[in-house]
């Protein structure tokens, strides 16, 4: 089974907007992972936050982690139509493995 | 290799059918990981191998699914007796440790 829940399920936005995703986990973690994926493409890894850190950036992308509420957000600013795709946030959840266990994913849609 | 990279992309197997999926992961990655991926759906664990050791088969969906890495680097992931339910993305991922994981395209398995 997954370990967590992403919301919203569905997001369709305008150009320009921000977008942001929320992503519940059940049990504690060493490190969540946020990937793309293109229609019928791979997972393209987007950024990794450790579970002692709160907030990290990469260009347009913005990851908090609230260990103590079990969530983590991913903000995309100023989107764009090449962002359409579906995120999925994954965790790993302790030291000796690398096992990644995945959200249902948030669908986003940015139109033109 | 420059990527992690699967075959067959697309393959269609006639239920009761043994199917034989390939994962070349990136040089001198210790860890491989399969997923298995319903449409819609976010990826789920089926196994984790370093080097050539599986140290987690806790998502094998029955023992008709088989992986193995005997050299420590190509994985097959082997599905015996193919029913309808099994039609999916099959997913390979190979990372350092502790480090970020790197998918392949997936290969699509059609049960008919």
């Known amino acids: 089974s997954q370990q967590g829940e992403e919301d919203p399920q569905a997001l369709s936005i305008q150009e320009g907007e921000n977008a942001t995703m929320n992503c519940s986990y059940k049990t504690s973690i060493n490190n969540l992972q946020w990937y793309r994926q293109n229609s019928g493409r791979g997972l393209v890894h987007l950024i990794l936050?450790?579970?002692?850190?709160r907030e990290k950036h990469s260009g347009r992308l913005r990851v908090t982690l609230d260990t103590s509420k079990k969530s983590s957000s991913l903000l995309i600013t100023a989107s764009r139509a090449a962002d359409t795709a579906s995120y999925f946030c994954?965790?790993?959840?302790?030291?000796?493995?690398?096992?990644?266990?995945f959200g249902t994913g948030t669908r986003l849609q940015v139109f033109p | 290799g420059a990527g992690v990279s699967q075959s067959p992309r697309y393959k269609v197997a006639k239920r009761g059918q043994d199917v034989a999926l390939r994962c070349d992961p990136i040089s001198g990655h210790v860890s491989l990981f399969w997923y298995q991926q319903a449409l819609g759906q976010g990826p789920e664990f089926l196994t984790y191998f370093q080097n050539e050791a599986q140290l987690d088969k806790s998502g094998l969906p029955s023992d008709r699914f088989f992986a193995e890495r005997p050299e420590g680097s190509v994985s097959t992931l082997k599905i015996q007796r193919t029913q309808q339910e099994d039609s999916a993305v099959y997913l390979c991922?190979?990372?350092?440790?502790?480090?970020?994981?790197?998918f392949g395209q997936g290969t699509r398995l059609t049960v008919v």
């Open positions: 936050i450790r579970s002692n850190e």
């Open positions: 991922a190979s990372s350092l440790r502790g480090r970020r994981a790197f």
């Open positions: 994954a965790t790993v959840r302790g030291v000796g493995t690398d096992k990644l266990i």
